[in-house]
């Protein structure tokens, strides 16, 4: 049974239904984003979307546009943006056209390296449905690949993307693909020519982004490792998503008020906590201090790890009842912890362990007070 809060009356029915309402809003530009551990999709909602797994961005400028039937030209998703819809488990957007309305679903599921954004139609006559989005595979700042490489795999109906080390490879997949761009070399730089579009088929309007096995096996071929994002899609991965946040509501403290807006608010910074923790193969699980827009240098303001916000988040989960997430934030600041010293670091961006981040970066131990309070 989770811990009940009544505040300003003697006695309050709880109604579990009364938290966590899906949140809507009619302003377009706003910063939204879909979660799970180990990816996520985000980025302000009239601009393209930045899709994250891990320490390695897969594609930034993701934005979809449509084409109706007997048009030449697109309608780009961002001018009929009409609205915006959150709940825990995903977000949607929705975009009504002349004689069509769509909505575009993003979801990642909890433990996968994989987001999917999946539409939904509403017309007698439905458009075609176009993502477009820039190929980056590259990792979070301040490390970077170099000699990225796409190609269009027919038979899988996706683009690979991998370095020229093989240390990475990620996939963009629509099943049954109308048509697609293919990737070329030009000798003259434009910007336009980094971008790539896939046409969604019209049984299956959904496009998939993932962190795959950069050097799968049998060697040559991509079978084994698409074929588990196949598997995805091909069943309802949204259950996974839909329990968790059912369990995240009942394990939390819940707050009762005769202030229901109050009581969504209270029940909405439970969830941001939850969506909070992420795991790095390689650091280990924590709470990152927030997500925002990477712009230009590929940094997630701020989807990596400070300590110092990590305590006060452990502070949080102490207060919702959430012990063994405070105790295994402790644990994992302890792991980085200056074994000379004793003092306690201020941030670990997600790819440290690609480069010398203690040893030639200033970041990891620039502020001596977060030692206190740990």
């Not at 644990?331 to 670990?348: C, K, P, T, V």
């Amino acid at each position: 049974m989770k811990p009940v809060a009544c505040l300003f009356t003697a006695l309050l029915l709880v109604i579990p239904s009364s938290a966590q309402q899906p949140q809507s809003f009619s302003e377009p530009h706003r910063f939204i984003a879909a979660h799970g551990r180990r990816a996520w999709i985000g980025g302000y909602a009239d601009r393209g979307m930045e899709a994250w797994a891990g320490p390695l961005q897969i594609a930034d400028g993701i934005r979809p546009e449509f084409r109706r039937s007997h048009d030449v030209q697109p309608i780009q998703g961002v001018k009929i943006l009409s609205g915006i819809s959150a709940d825990p488990t995903h977000v949607v957007r929705t975009y009504i056209g002349p004689d069509f309305v769509v909505n575009e679903e993003m979801w990642v599921p909890l433990e996968e390296k994989v987001i999917v954004v999946r539409y939904r139609v509403r017309s007698l006559d439905p458009p075609s449905i176009t993502v477009r989005f820039h190929p980056s595979l590259n990792l979070m700042w301040p490390a970077a690949l170099g000699g990225q490489d796409v190609h269009w795999d027919g038979k899988h109906s996706a683009y690979i993307m991998t370095d020229a080390a093989r240390q990475f490879a990620a996939v963009v997949m629509a099943p049954n693909a109308a048509s697609h761009d293919e990737p070329l070399n030009y000798t003259a730089y434009d910007p336009a020519q980094d971008e790539l579009g896939i046409s969604l088929g019209p049984n299956s309007p959904a496009i998939l982004f993932a962190e795959v096995d950069p050097k799968p096996e049998p060697a040559g071929t991509w079978d084994a490792v698409i074929s588990p994002l196949e598997k995805i899609l091909a069943t309802n991965f949204t259950v996974g998503n839909e329990q968790h946040a059912i369990k995240v509501r009942s394990d939390s403290l819940e707050i009762e008020t005769p202030d229901s807006s109050l009581n969504n608010a209270l029940a909405w910074a439970e969830v941001a906590l939850d969506q909070d923790w992420f795991c790095n193969d390689k650091l280990g699980c924590g709470f990152v201090a927030g997500y925002g827009p990477s712009r230009r240098g590929r940094r997630p303001q701020y989807a990596w790890y400070f300590a110092g916000d990590g305590l006060v988040s452990m502070h949080a989960a102490l207060a919702i009842g959430n012990l063994d997430r405070a105790r295994e934030e402790l644990r994992f600041i302890a792991n980085y912890q200056d074994q000379q010293s004793g003092m306690i670091w201020h941030e670990l961006s997600q790819s440290a362990p690609y480069l010398d981040w203690r040893g030639k970066y200033p970041y990891m131990f620039v502020h001596a007070d977060v030692t206190y309070p740990y």
